[in-house]
């Protein structure tokens, strides 16, 4: 699993923002006017996830506009870099006193790495990974050939 940070996210974006549109953006702010998401709000934070598709969440300001961003949007461009993947994406936005809307992402990109093989293709892997001197591959591949066998 791949864990992803705000400045990751924003850097992805920007990328592929600038693939997409051709044109560079300047910054990519956060968003703090969820008059619709109010009903969100817990303890003044707002949590937003994948489910909440259509939030506006971002906006990106080019050279002679601003545009917004949505969940979904960051979902699409997380999803171009990270091909095949299930992604958790998570923004939160603080609006207790003096914290001024500040706001994080995050997001957890797992994939399924973990493909169902015979024993007889755990047995190669196994000589591989002794051919590689891989200890905790080789441990790896051991116990799931102990699964298969027991």
Not at 31 to 41: A, M, R, S, T
Not at 124 to 135: C, H, N, R, S, T
Request: glycine share 2%.
């Amino acid at each position: 699993m791949i864990r992803l940070e705000t400045q990751d996210i924003v850097n992805i974006a920007k990328k592929q923002i600038a693939g997409i549109f051709k044109m560079e953006p300047l910054e990519l702010n956060f968003v703090n006017d969820f008059q619709g998401e109010k009903y969100l709000l817990t303890n003044d934070k707002l949590h937003l996830t994948n489910q909440h598709y259509w939030a506006k969440v971002m906006d990106c300001v080019f050279d002679n506009q601003i545009r917004p961003v949505l969940m979904c949007e960051i979902l699409y461009f997380l999803r171009n870099e990270f091909m095949e993947s299930d992604i958790k994406l998570q923004f939160d936005f603080d609006f207790t006193e003096g914290s001024e809307g500040a706001a994080a992402a995050s997001a957890e990109i797992s994939f399924n790495d973990s493909p169902e093989l015979q024993k007889s293709e755990i047995t190669e892997l196994i000589d591989f990974a002794l051919a590689l001197q891989d200890k905790q591959w080789f441990q790896e591949l051991t116990n799931k050939y102990r699964q298969l066998t027991a």
